[in-house]
């Protein structure tokens, strides 16, 4: 009955295309390119602005030309590898060592397309002797607005965030209401006693934390500016109300806390250029608190959380911060798992063919 439906399907001209070795170099031919476009625009404009643009989309341009993002790659090469593997494939026994690095491979994707859409990356910006038990979004902004009554109780809040403009105007029950009217993505706004409110667009940070947004609202026909950088605004109404609404990043709670008791960066010899950060930190987890050394090639692991050594700075009175990545992975074994099948199925494979071949020669 299977060989029979493998049969039919491998005469039908678009599965046959579909399931061909053709169609993989051709996808393979396309992800070099998107490889090595993503690097180079990665020096120019900064990893974020990068990985958006080719790396996690379905659709990607160098220069006016268009060509399939990695994402639609990423899909047709795994729909390609799963067809061939079920349509082309002799499941015998000397071909066990084949069929367990396929399955491997498509784990290995399956890995992929279950991180890009399920995990979470944030991270921690935190100073020696500081601790942290909170994340925040590389790149979520929220516009966080809260009313109060005269005696200061909250009566409402709203968080919107402005990645998704998507609802430009915000009501509230005592119908004064909120126009969204422009956001700025990297922006600074000056209050002067001349010129009255400024805001100055800033060129786009490659280490895309570091951009600070800014808002242009309109509250009941008033013009209000906002910034990410500790901007906020407060209104007292006729009637007692208190309104305040302010930008911050999403903020994500960690089940462990991270205590900052050293930094270093070792640069190559006779340059300015690091060649590697490290974190010594007093972990804490489950009321388990160990230390830890947390550098650019050892993470730390939680759970489904990882901690990697993202960055090393000095603020401008002289005190060393880390940035610390933390990234949520509900699959991060599956990656292990995958590779574990690739080579262990290769070793296999070869063992097979050496055993078969021996027995050739010593018939």
Do not use: C
Request: without cysteine.
């Amino acid at each position: 009955m299977l060989k029979a439906i493998r049969q039919k399907l491998n005469k039908n001209p678009l599965v046959n295309f579909l399931a061909s070795t053709k169609l993989a170099v051709v996808l393979i031919f396309f992800l070099i390119i998107i490889v090595v476009a993503g690097t180079l625009e990665q020096s120019v404009t900064g990893l974020y602005q990068a990985r958006e643009k080719y790396f996690d989309a379905y659709l990607s341009f160098i220069g006016p030309i268009p060509i399939p993002g990695t994402l639609s790659i990423l899909w047709a090469m795994t729909f390609n590898l799963s067809l061939s593997f079920l349509l082309r494939f002799n499941f015998t026994k000397k071909n066990t060592g084949l069929i367990l690095s396929h399955s491997g491979l498509i784990l290995l994707f399956i890995s992929g397309f279950f991180h890009f859409y399920y995990s979470k990356e944030s991270f921690i910006d935190i100073k020696e002797a500081e601790t942290s038990s909170i994340s925040q979004s590389y790149d979520d902004w929220q516009l966080e607005i809260k009313q109060f009554d005269g005696n200061f109780k909250e009566l409402e809040t709203k968080s919107i965030s402005i990645n998704k403009l998507d609802t430009r105007n915000i009501e509230f029950k005592n119908k004064f209401n909120i126009f969204i009217e422009r956001k700025y993505t990297n922006a600074k706004v000056f209050h002067t006693p001349f010129a009255g409110i400024l805001v100055k667009e800033l060129p786009l940070e490659k280490e895309y934390e570091k951009n600070i947004p800014a808002l242009k609202l309109v509250l009941n026909k008033e013009e209000i500016f906002l910034d990410g950088d500790e901007n906020s605004f407060e209104r007292i109404f006729s009637n007692g109300n208190n309104l305040t609404l302010s930008l911050k990043r999403k903020e994500f709670n960690l089940p462990f806390t991270i205590k900052l008791l050293d930094v270093e960066r070792e640069l190559h010899p006779n340059s300015m250029i690091a060649s590697s950060y490290s974190s010594k930190v007093a972990f804490k987890d489950s009321g388990i608190e160990r230390e830890a050394i947390i550098s650019m090639n050892k993470p730390i692991r939680s759970g489904s959380y990882t901690v990697y050594q993202a960055r090393y700075g000095i603020d401008l009175d002289g005190n060393e911060f880390s940035v610390l990545a933390v990234v949520k992975n509900l699959n991060y074994q599956l990656p292990y798992w995958a590779t574990f099948l690739i080579n262990f199925g290769l070793i296999l494979h070869f063992i097979i063919a050496f055993l078969n071949y021996k027995r050739k020669v010593k018939a």
